[in-house]
């Protein structure tokens, strides 16, 4: 028994984040920059604001890691909701509750409708995204969502509610073989209160999800936090430190993190601590710092400019043609989206955007076996 | 005397083998294919899109070329062998460089379970090319399973380090008789031309070409410098000592 990242993240229980920050200095940074690999408290370094002063020295070596490790390619992929149903209440989210909004769930001669529409951009690699409901949406139900767009795919992703060892194990055999599943932050008195009620408000059942989904063989398993909810350097730092904690125990999972940023939604939520523009480019360099053989993922959360210019500092991830409406690609649904789409641009478009870059996007970097 | 390359019966033109992953486009590593002759080239069957008309890697492949499909991704043998055989139905043929690698963060290869995947595969009628840490009981092993080379690392994959393990690559290349191919960790056409010097068969080099700014400059530097490793250690070059030698010795009265 290998414990878990909660034990991990004890240790930290009365670790003082905010005068470590305000006291590192130039000659930390300095010397983080020549250092392989990062320690956690240089990764914490390169979080504080004095780092900001050293972002295109630390750029430049996060390209040069990146290109080393990945080399001149991008990974795309989209998303697929299956249905927004959901019991929980998180304060930030488009799906939740008593939000007065459509709800629906795929058939799935619908699901396969939808696959078609997404395979035909040329997009090989899918993720399939459900509210958490037990009732409308089951572990049977996402059975059987994976087992309609496989054909269609050649890698399937989840990113659903967090589900037993047993759970992944039957997904797995039906064709998934990724798993994402975000801690919205780690920090837990926070994480009470942006999740009162639902099966969400088990912050230990998510914490461990990732490990579960290891243990139960998933290939590819992706962390993350979504930054805005609480102090970004907190959170980014333990969603580094849970992707390093996973690839020392589970060293056979692809890993991979994403630094997702709070956008505007449905239900008027307003985000507590905003990131600018050159937080989150701190933070994404920061993590490929860290973890130089982590896939970092960037969705469509983020406009066209800002994805442009982060292709080459660590990225090697992108969503493309994205909706986030069950049936947004073939039902054409009026209702809104689980959050708002800043890259609106198709699937070429992307594809072409980071050819300008001087990158290959790819479409198929596994297949079932 | 002819200095032909024989793997598994065939004429092998060129010494210098390249990985096709990590280029920016699929024409600048056609360029470096051309440009550098390499008659072999690894692909990864991960990337393999045969549904997809317009970006299909192995339509940028010269005709000419052999292609050697790797079973990157692969974690254990199962998986290894389960690659192998969708790549031949995918009409890759049946060069297979198999890789078994279990560890994402240092991507280093898991001898065992190579071995194993070798014993199946090569009785299918695959010509085996198996990615190992240089280990000499374990080359023993890969020899009697029907691999046709052995591929060890010269240092860990991407890294550019360089012949780190330059010791034990000498002994396999004493030992065992089969082509050494050193394959993962060459950042220079002279780490080429060194794992040349010591008498490796060919190198394989795939991270320092593509993510160089100029692929396919990059790629011929590194064909050349493999040929000219080769021409040394064919003739005898004298290899580095421990020890200093005097060049007026002092037993030299006793002629």
Redo the contacts between chains.
């Keep these: 028994m290998k414990g878990s990242f909660f034990d991990e993240l004890r240790r930290f229980n009365s670790f003082d984040f905010y005068s470590f920050l305000e006291n590192v200095r130039r000659q930390d940074i300095e010397r983080a920059l020549l250092k392989e690999p990062l320690g956690e408290l240089d990764f914490l370094s390169l979080l504080s604001r004095n780092a900001l002063e050293y972002l295109e020295p630390l750029a430049q070596r996060a390209q040069k890691s990146t ?7 991008i990974l795309l992929y989209a998303p697929l909701y299956l249905s927004n149903y959901c019991d929980n209440e998180c304060l930030y989210c488009g799906f939740k509750q008593a939000n007065a909004i459509q709800r629906r769930k795929l058939s799935l001669s619908e699901v396969e409708r939808e696959a078609q529409e997404v395979s035909r951009g ?1 997009i ?1 690699q899918v993720l399939l995204l459900t509210g958490e409901s037990k009732g409308a949406s089951p572990v049977s139900y996402i059975k059987e969502c994976i087992q309609a767009v496989s054909r269609y795919f ?1 890698s399937v992703g989840i990113e659903v509610y967090p589900l037993t060892e047993g759970d992944y194990v039957s997904l797995i055999a039906s064709g998934a073989d990724g798993l994402t599943i975000y801690q919205e932050t780690y920090d837990r008195g926070l994480y009470g209160r942006l999740h009162p009620r639902g099966p969400k408000s088990d912050y230990r059942f998510r914490l461990d999800a990732p490990q579960r989904a290891a243990v139960a063989r998933m ?1 590819q398993v992706n962390v993350g936090a979504l930054l805005g909810l609480g102090e970004f350097q907190k959170d980014v730092f333990f969603a580094g430190l849970h992707g390093r904690w996973l ?2 125990n589970y ?5 991979g993190v994403s630094l997702p940023r709070l956008q505007p939604q449905a239900g008027g939520f307003v985000c507590a601590h905003p990131l600018t523009d050159r937080e989150l480019v701190q933070s994404l360099i920061a993590m490929r710092l860290f973890l130089p ?1 982590a896939g970092i993922t960037i969705s469509t959360r983020e406009n066209s400019a800002l994805r442009k210019n982060l292709i080459g500092l660590g990225v090697t991830r992108m969503s493309a043609g994205s909706r986030t409406q069950v049936g947004g690609y073939a039902l054409a649904p009026a209702e809104e989206g689980q959050f708002e789409i800043a890259d609106t641009s198709s699937v070429d478009e992307v594809k072409e955007m980071i ?1 300008q870059k ?3 996007p ?6 079932v ?1 | 005397m002819e200095d032909q390359l024989i793997i598994a019966g065939q004429a092998i033109e060129s010494r210098f083998f390249l990985g096709t ?6 024409p600048l590593m056609r360029e470096a294919i051309v440009v550098s002759r390499a008659h072999i080239v690894t692909v990864a ?5 045969t549904q ?1 008309r317009r ?1 299909n890697i192995l339509e940028y492949i010269p005709k000419e070329c052999i292609i050697m499909a790797n079973t990157s ?1 692969a ?1 254990n043998a199962d ?1 290894a062998i ?2 192998a055989r ?1 790549a031949r139905a995918a009409g890759c043929g049946n060069w297979i460089k198999i890789e078994v690698i ?4 240092y ?1 280093l290869p898991d001898n065992a379970q190579t071995i194993r995947a070798t014993e199946v595969l090569a009785k299918e009628g695959f010509i085996v090319m198996p990615y190992v840490n240089p280990d000499l009981a374990d080359a023993r092993r890969l020899s009697d399973a029907g691999a046709a080379t052995i591929m060890p690392l010269g240092a860990p994959i ?3 380090k360089g012949v780190c393990m330059r010791e034990l690559i000498k002994i396999l290349v004493q030992e065992i008789n089969l082509p050494i191919v050193v394959d993962a960790g060459l950042g220079r056409p002279s780490h080429a031309a060194e794992a040349m010097e010591l008498g490796a068969s060919a190198v394989l080099v795939n ?1 320092a070409v ?2 160089a700014q100029d692929p396919a400059l990059t790629a011929q530097a590194f064909s050349l410098a493999v040929r000219a490793g080769r021409i040394a250690y064919r003739a005898g070059v004298a290899a580095p000592k421990d020890n200093a030698e005097p060049s007026s010795p002092l037993t030299g009265f006793l002629r």
């Design positions: 290109l080393a490790n990945f080399g001149r390619v040329g090989r050649t290939r690839q020392d060293p056979e999972i692809e890993l053989r050819v001087g990158h290959q790819v479409c198929k970097d596994w297949q076996l | 992953g990590k280029f920016a486009s699929y069957l991960r990337r393999v899109d997809d970006d991704g974690r998986e389960r690659i969708i279990p560890d994402n963060k991507l991407g890294t550019n991270t593509a993510t």
